[in-house]
């Protein structure tokens, strides 16, 4: 194990010498945008300015140090670097920023500013933190943007959506290590972040992936002011012991292998110049390992000082607010105006701008700022059109995925539901697991795309076959600089940080993230991840992003070996209702190993954002479904299909997870031969079901079946219950937790007894709702 040193930026700018003029401009730069943050939170009494302003200096820098390549008539570019705002809370900080900047733009080029089609207005400031139902007349007049509380891509030059408990860490280290795969010179991504945020365990999880993945074009900025909501003293420091960790960030990244600098005073712009032009100069070029700036700040600096400021400031107008203000005044020669009169929406809106102008004329009246500034941002675009980066010769093309309805496979035309590849098909008679039917999916789309899917697994590569996903790209294994056209990302057991990696994959629109675990782990500990990625996806619309795949593997009863701490009927209720939504989340539920294929397929060309399939462990025979007179697997596509059905009966038995499909066989010989006259269906995707048009759905599901159904499931009864419209149906299901109790370890076949899910328990329950009925 190697720990890498931590180099001192007061040495490095020391050595270093910067005109005097530009550090000047530098801190002029701050104070017109702390101004802003205060500004802004002075009238909306809302946000976070204490880490907004702290961290004002090092982004700042970012857009200064004619390192970074940006370009602001275009922030949203898919080859220019990225600030990403992993500490989410900071977004204070980051609409003030954009304002900023835009505004400069439009004193110094107006003409340049009206051609910008994605920019932030001051005039957008004022829906900080407003819902789109909000309505007041300076928003109105000028049609301001709503901006989130915690950063979104509605916001340009955002790229994934950020703030949730290091979520955001991840999937711009997911972001950059895509970037780093499909570019030839890639761009630089920089994350920024805070000692708290970087508490969470899914953070740690990923400082070692971005380690094991080489991700030399990251840097991770890091504003150590070491408050947060509740604690003075996040790490331990030179002057005292942490109240949350032992550890300080710069010892934390030099731990896991990161290449630091740790900028002492983070208060001073040459130190943090020095520090930042370090690692694009000297640590960049040598390709080696991941980047961290580590700077030492004041929370609220002068403003409201420590870890009150977190989530909090001064009220409106009050003396506290001005006497903050007083050194900006000072140093433009301004006055801000106090709101006159009752303090209402529409006042507050009218004295926020009336002070934001005030901000705009102070920097007019500054063309030294300006045209600093200005040109910086011009040399900035200038260097990133220079960089003509370009995909690598043979890069991914994943335009089969994104319309698989109009793209042709390899060997065996357009991709269609009902015409699945030779080699996808499992023959009847073969002993066949559902995760090794989806990994030969997976991987036909693989070799398709040319590459264009990266998975990880944690820890569970080929128990839950994600290795048949890639298995003509890997040499020796994992991905790694020994063999870098493997598709498998090592981590350990990751769930968490593994999740959020993938949605960073995916939000590149490159590539194709695709997580495995059990469903038991998989579900709960990526929710939040394909959560924040389908919000991102809501907001570009799908535009550049790849779907996520979370692979609920070793799902079922059937998993019963391993207890019920492993066996957990329970995860399919996270993702109800993401269905109402556009940017969706399709569940799958397949029983039959070949209606993956029409699943996959049938869900892809919906355009969700996340695909969350549940395969099963144990290997079940493949049946002739011709011969016992089933319907052909491609009709799983439509979510639900009809096993059978009754001429003469409305009574109607609903079925869910392979656990209880592979048992229908079984069921329908007994129940034919006792002329039990009931309809059978199986709900292979509710979301699939529920996207069919009204008519197909009544076809195929009509309300009187509902009102006279019971269901039979391997899930809990709630992800049932839109089907089940009687409580005497409802009352005569069968599921996991009919019986009060976790269910016990033991081979499958005992676990369904016990749970009353086996074949026998199924055959009762229905002859006695029937006979009920």
């Not at 002057?239 to 630091?260: D, I």
């Not at 045209?371 to 980066?389: E, H, M, T």
């Not at 034919?672 to 006259?677: G, L, Q, S, T, Y």
Request: proline share 5%; aromatic share 8%; with cysteine.
């Amino acid at each position: 194990m190697s720990e890498n040193k931590i180099i001192s930026a007061a040495i490095l700018s020391a050595k270093t010498s910067y005109a005097e003029e530009e550090i000047i401009s530098a801190e002029r730069l701050f104070a017109a945008y702390r101004s802003i943050v205060i500004t802004l939170f002075n009238f909306v009494q809302s946000g976070h300015p204490g880490g907004s302003i702290s961290m004002g200096r090092a982004l700042l820098n970012l857009t200064l140090n004619k390192n970074t390549k940006l370009d602001i008539s275009d922030l949203d570019r898919p080859d220019s670097d990225v600030i990403g705002m992993a500490a989410g809370h900071k977004a204070l900080g980051l609409y003030s920023y954009l304002g900023l900047m835009f505004e400069i733009v439009k004193i110094k080029d107006p003409k340049l500013y009206g051609a910008i089609k994605r920019k932030m207005r001051l005039e957008d400031l004022l829906g900080f933190r407003k819902n789109p139902a909000t309505e007041l007349p300076l928003m109105k007049k000028f049609d301001s943007k709503r901006l989130d509380g915690h950063p979104t891509p509605e916001t340009p030059g955002v790229v994934v959506a950020t703030g949730a408990s290091g979520v955001g860490f991840g999937a711009l280290g997911g972001y950059a290590f895509a970037k780093k795969e499909y570019y030839d010179a890639p761009p630089t991504i920089n994350i920024i972040e805070g000692e708290g945020g970087m508490t969470p365990g899914r953070v740690h999880e990923n400082l070692a992936h971005f380690w094991a993945l080489d991700l030399w074009n990251l840097i991770i900025h890091v504003d150590w002011n070491n408050a947060s909501i509740d604690a003075d003293s996040v790490c331990s420091s030179e002057k005292c012991r942490g109240q949350y960790v032992n550890w300080s960030p710069q010892t934390l990244g030099a731990l896991h292998g990161l290449n630091v600098v740790y900028v002492e005073d983070g208060r001073d712009s040459s130190k943090v110049r020095a520090a930042q032009d370090h690692v694009f100069g000297e640590f960049m070029p040598q390709k080696k390992a991941p980047n961290m700036i580590v700077y030492r700040t004041v929370k609220g600096e002068g403003y409201w000082e420590g870890r009150k400021s977190h989530g909090a400031g001064f009220k409106t107008d009050s003396p506290e607010y001005f006497a903050a203000q007083k050194s900006f005044e000072s140093a433009f020669n301004v006055k801000f105006i106090p709101a006159e009169g009752a303090i209402t929406a529409e006042n507050r809106e009218e004295y926020l701008y009336k002070n934001l102008l005030v901000i705009a004329d102070a920097l007019k009246s500054d063309g030294k700022l300006c045209d600093y500034v200005f040109n910086a941002l011009i040399y900035s675009r200038d260097a990133l059109n220079k960089a003509g980066r370009k995909p690598i010769a043979k890069s991914a093309d994943i335009s089969i995925i994104t319309k698989p309805s109009s793209v042709t496979g390899p060997s065996s035309g357009e991709l269609s539901e009902k015409t699945p590849p030779a080699q996808i098909v499992s023959k009847p008679g073969r002993a066949v697991t559902l995760r090794e039917s989806l990994g030969n999916t997976l991987h036909y789309l693989n070799a398709s795309t040319g590459g264009g899917f990266y998975g990880f697994a944690a820890d569970l590569v080929g128990s839950t076959s994600l290795n048949l996903m890639c298995e003509d790209f890997q040499k020796k294994g994992f991905l790694s600089c020994e063999n870098p056209y493997a598709k498998i990302i090592p981590t350990g057991i990751c769930e968490d940080g593994g999740s959020s990696l993938i949605s960073g994959i995916s939000a590149t629109g490159h590539y194709v993230g695709v997580g495995s675990s059990y469903a038991t782990f998989m579900s709960p500990m990526g929710f939040t991840a394909a959560r924040l990625f389908a919000i991102a996806f809501q907001a570009k619309h799908g535009a550049n992003m790849a779907p996520m795949i979370l692979i609920n593997a070793h799902a079922g009863l059937k998993t019963g070996e391993d207890g019920p701490t492993h066996a957990c009927p329970q995860t399919l209720s996270l993702w109800k209702g993401f269905d109402k939504l556009k940017a969706k989340v399709i569940t799958l539920t397949p029983w039959d190993p070949n209606e993956i294929w029409p699943l996959i397929i049938a869900a892809l060309k919906l355009r969700p954002a996340v695909v969350v399939p549940y395969v099963t462990r144990p290997s079940e025979t493949v049946l002739d479904r011709e011969k016992i007179g089933f319907p052909p697997a491609h009709l799983a596509a439509d979510g639900i299909y009809r096993v059978r059905s009754s001429k003469n009966s409305n009574n109607t038995v609903i079925y869910q997870g392979a656990e209880v499909g592979v048992e229908l066989p079984a069921v329908m010989s007994a129940l034919d031969k006792e002329n039990i006259a009931v309809n059978v269906l199986y709900v292979a995707s509710a979301e699939l079901f529920s996207s069919l048009p009204r008519a197909r759905q009544n076809e195929i599901l009509p309300e009187e079946f509902k009102k006279n159904a019971m269901a039979v499931t391997g899930f809990t009864l709630d992800t049932m219950y839109e089907y089940l419209l009687s409580e005497k149906g409802r009352e005569a299901s069968l599921h996991p937790f009919k019986n009060g109790v976790f269910l016990g370890s033991g081979p499958g076949s005992e676990v369904m007894k016990q749970a009353g899910l086996d074949a026998v328990s199924q055959i009762k329950a229905i002859k006695e709702f029937v006979k009920s009925k």
